[in-house]
Each structure stands twice: as C-alpha cells, then as structure tokens.
C-alpha cells in the first residue's frame, strides 16, 4: 500500500485564518492538529490542539503552573476569549517547523519511519508538480494503526 492509498482529506487553514475558527474546526472534528498551508497550497507546519490550548493560559501560568489554582471557575471557563482578534500565523509555535511530507509512491514504512523520526501525529501527502505542489491529503497515525492493524493477522 502506498501513501496515496492511505491520504484521507484533512483540515487545512492558512496563516491568516482566525484562531477561533481554527479551534472550532479542530474541536468539531477531533482533530490532534491542524495543517497550516502556505499562499500557494503547500504544507508550512502543523498547528497542534496542544499549543491552541497553550494560547489560552495567562503568561503567569506558563512560567509558574502552580498558579492555575489561582484562576476560579468562573473565569477559567473564559479561557477561549484569548483567540479572540488572533490568527493561526500568531498561534503558531516560534519554531515552527514544515510538517513531514510524504510523496505519494512511499511505502507504509516510509510514511510510519518519517512520521516516528519526526514525532508527528500526522503525515501530509503531497505531489511535486511542475508549478508547484499539490496536497493529495494527510495520515494520521491513528489511520495508520487502524491500517496496519487490520493486515494483522
């Protein structure tokens, strides 16, 4: 089986998209992440759920996690108004980096060593072509389990 066997369609946005949005479309589907593409269709990098929630905490909180217990109920259930007027561009991790990507002829142990070697819970799937790259669309690696699960006598 090849990578472009296993691509199902993903949730993409861009770095201009509105971070509630993206939130809600990460939510909405369960999503571990979501794939940030570039002006001409292209994976730039994975915004992980893990740092949309980051967004949320009070600096404080970063630097001292102990002081969470400081922040009643009330307000912690307000967390999510930080995305407020904010993008994906400034949710993104300041070391962002290119999500792994995968050519559509990879084998299921291309697609499983890069996304292990990266530690990434998603592969894209993208065709070169000559004006650029396509998105064919991603593997998570739950899919990927599912699949090599089910070849598992």
């Known amino acids: 089986m090849r990578a472009r066997d296993l691509a199902v369609p993903y949730e993409t946005v861009t770095t201009e998209t509105d971070a509630m949005e993206a939130a809600r479309l990460m939510v909405r ?51 999510c108004a930080a995305l407020r007027g904010r993008s994906v561009g ?5 070391a962002a980096t290119a999500p792994p990507i995968a050519a559509p002829d990879d084998t299921v142990l291309e697609v499983a060593a890069l996304m292990a070697q990266q530690r990434s819970p998603l592969v894209a799937v993208v065709e070169r072509q000559k004006d650029g790259a396509r998105l064919l669309g991603a593997i998570t ?8 699960l089910d070849a598992t006598p």
């Open 29 to 79: 589907h369960r999503l571990p992440g979501l794939l940030v593409l570039d002006g001409q269709g292209a994976p730039k990098a994975i915004l992980p759920a893990s740092q949309m929630i980051r967004m949320l905490l009070p600096g404080y909180v970063l630097e001292d996690p102990t002081l969470a217990a400081v922040i009643d109920e009330k307000h912690a259930d307000r967390l």
């Open 141 to 148: 690696a739950t899919h990927l389990l599912d699949r090599l």
């Open 90 to 94: 400034e949710c993104l991790p300041t």
